[in-house]
């Protein structure tokens, strides 16, 4: 009989972490709902309270180690084995790289990054002693490419890429599967308040297909990246989910204008 799926999605009542939630649990598998913010885990609880005893919700920070020890360990034993974990949980800042202050980098470095580490490492421990298992790493097409305003978002992004990289090759003998994915632009709470109008059009002019993706096609991929039976030889990638933005190169900029800017009908 196969093991029950339970994933541990952090940042996962807002954005990309809670169409991750809504993922995991259309797939039949329990998770833990982990997040910061004591509003957006109110609203989940309400939201997702008709699923009962297979969803599980608490209050952490990514960035306190202790805290994220107590978390796993209360989950492992009220709710069962983790067979997964999606690092979502992060924050971006659009700055200039001359205006970027120590603290703000600090900041992403340690939320975005560390924390990411931190949780994968915990999880890491215990899913070697059952041999098996799959992390996620929400990362971002910043991290892959010099994008302006993101020194230290960026940074932080890229660094995931590359312990990414490193946990899984490190992982693969135990039977843990590390992988990431960089989204581009994504419909979130967080882009909203982030991209400007001026922003969102640099965006969606240099996006292939011309537009902001949506959380669930994050979602998608990161249940399959999840799912043994469906990528069970894929570790230590990053799939860009992007657009096509990280592989484009010269686009069409009458493409990207309103018809009337352009001259077409």
Sequence with gaps: ????????????????????????????WRVVVADLD????DRCREALGPFGDRVRFESM?????????RVIAACEA????????????????????LDTSVELFRMMLEVNLIGSFVVS???????????????VNIASVSGVTGNKGRVAYGASKGGVITMTKVMAVELASLGIRVNAIAPGPIETP???EVHTPEVRSAWIAAVPQRRYGLPDE??????????????????GQTICV????????????????????????
Excluded: H
């Design 1 to 28: 009989m196969a093991q029950e799926q339970t994933v541990l999605v952090t940042g996962g009542a807002s954005g990309i972490g809670l169409a991750v939630v809504e993922a995991v649990l259309a797939e039949g």
């Design 242 to 265: 992007d657009g096509g933005f990280s592989t484009s190169g010269i686009l069409d900029a009458a493409a990207a204008m309103p018809a009337e800017a352009s001259g077409m009908r």
């Design 78 to 97: 009220e709710l069962g084995p983790l067979t997964g974990v999606v690092n979502s949980a992060g924050t971006g800042r659009d700055v200039a790289a």
């Design 190 to 192: 967080l882009v909203r």
């Design 218 to 235: 994050i979602a998608g991929t990161a249940v399959f990246l999840l799912d043994g039976r469906k990528s069970s030889y894929i570790t």
């Design 38 to 41: 004591p509003k957006n885990l």
């Design 61 to 69: 920070n990514v960035a306190d180690e202790d805290t994220v020890v």
């Design 121 to 135: 490492r915990e999880a890491a421990r215990r899913m070697r002693e059952r041999g098996g298992g799959s992390i």
